[in-house]
């Protein structure tokens, strides 16, 4: 009587159809891993944008993106690396998202999707992290090459005609970011001697051409999330995940630029109708 078992053919094909099925499985493992971070990255970009929410309840205004006129550090200390960051105030120390001194950093500011190549820039909570609109966030002083537009007291969400059309928090390069970054044709030419000036939109086509540091290219690049989408934190508080593309900002036939309500917002008229 013949003994009952597998003929090479069928072995092969047995694994084959197990290494088919394990493909399968880690690439939906995978997905769902992508999906579960992006998912944390919104709420992250909500609770900020509520933080925004409660300091301009109390101030009247948002806060500055950032303030080097202070004459004491923050509750934290300083954030960022001394090498390539200015110490000073930034938003995030106005809105009290960082209170204490932590090894591991703030964890509402580090987007979970975010991968630097370069170990510094990976651990410091302005690279490579969320930025912050500067057109509504603006800095205290002067920062060169960034024009009056950027320079200033900061607007407040109340004075915005179109809060859920403005971009307030997104994912991005550096801790803070405006439309000229996400510029196919910036008014000036940005070049990398500072690390602010490589801020950049992740996933967006025109950051092949940019000047970026070592370190930024996979996540300027590559994007950081699937399809390179990015999520947005609105001014009006709800978050949402839109294509990198869709914050592009690019010259029209007047020479004008589209995506600015996006990118500045407009202002409600203060004249008496």
């Known amino acids: 009587m013949r003994r009952s078992a597998f003929t090479l ?6 694994i084959a159809i197990l290494g088919l099925l394990m493909a ?8 769902s891993r992508q999906q579960a971070k992006t998912i944390r990255c919104r709420a992250n970009l909500r609770d ?13 205004s948002l806060p500055y993106g950032f303030d080097v006129t202070r004459k004491y550090k923050p509750p934290a200390g300083y954030q960022g690396e001394a090498l390539f960051d200015t110490p000073g105030w930034w938003w ?16 509402l500011l ?25 057109s509504l966030c603006k800095t205290r002083t002067g920062m060169k090459p960034y024009t ?45 001697l500072y690390i602010a000036d490589t801020s950049y939109v992740p996933g967006l086509e025109i950051n092949k051409d940019r000047n970026l540091w070592p370190g930024q290219t996979w996540d300027a690049i590559g994007g950081r999330h699937p399809n390179k989408t990015v999520n947005i934190g609105f001014a009006d508080g709800h978050a949402e995940l839109k294509p990198a593309r869709d914050l592009l900002v690019e010259k029209g036939k007047d020479r ?6 996006l990118w500045q917002g407009q202002q409600v008229s203060s004249e008496a109708p």
């Open 148 to 192: 009056e537009d950027f320079v200033g007291a900061p607007l407040s969400i109340a004075g915005l005609r179109h809060p859920g059309s403005t971009l307030l928090l997104v994912d991005a390069g550096y801790g803070l970011i405006c439309w000229w970054h996400a510029a196919a044709e910036p008014p000036v030419a940005l070049e990398d």
């Open 92 to 107: 995030f120390d106005f809105a009290q998202v960082v209170r204490y001194k932590s090894a591991q950093g703030p964890n």
């Open 256 to 261: 004008g630029y589209n995506n600015m309500v």
């Open 24 to 31: 399968v499985l880690l690439a939906v493992l995978s997905g």
């Open 48 to 60: 900020l944008v509520i933080s925004l929410h409660n300091y301009e309840a109390e101030c009247q």
């Open 9 to 14: 053919i069928e072995l092969l094909v047995v």
């Open 110 to 134: 580090y987007c979970p999707s975010s991968k630097l190549d370069d170990p510094k820039l990976d651990r410091d909570p302005l690279c490579g992290k969320y930025g912050i609109n500067r």
